[in-house]
């Protein structure tokens, strides 16, 4: 693994492919504890990967499994329709939905709250494994059990 600073950036190289950039901040990744994660992907998917790789930067030991209808994962692990992304990982029992910044996943880990997961829906340029970079505000909500949401964290 390589970081790769600029004056308003930083990339991680992780055997020679180019992860993930962040903000204009250049903040690395959040370490996280080293925790087990199970991410659900399409293997069709090329971004999933990338953000997988991401999420081993931080000290998550991640498994992977693939399948082909995601949309049965979305629906049976609680994610409402307009909150989904490409792929759904599942951290110590919460569902955490998209290209999630290790900030959130620290957050949540870190006070536990009685939600289901954490969702940042879509696939928002400049997020991690996904190309580009930050142009807005990520909004990351709260899965509530009720199915309804709330704003968790802003980044």
Known sequence: MKWIVTGISIAVVVAGVWIWQGDE????????????????????????????????????????????????????????????????TIVE???VEGHMPSEAIAK????????VGISLPGMPAGSPGMSGVKNETWVIYALEHDGSTSVFLEI
């Not at 659900?40 to 090329?46: E, F, H, R, T, V």
């Not at 949540?108 to 939600?115: A, G, K, M, V």
């Open 25 to 88: 901040s250049g903040t690395p990744p959040v370490e996280l504890p080293s925790v087990k994660a199970t991410a659900l992907y399409d293997p069709a998917c090329g971004c999933c990967g990338e953000h997988i790789a991401y999420m081993e930067t931080t000290g998550l030991a991640v498994e992977t499994q693939t399948t082909t209808n995601m949309a049965a994962v979305k629906d049976e692990l609680g994610v409402p329709d307009g909150f989904a992304s490409c792929h759904t």
């Open 93 to 95: 029992g919460y569902v």
């Open 108 to 115: 949540l880990l870190d006070e536990r709250p009685d939600i």
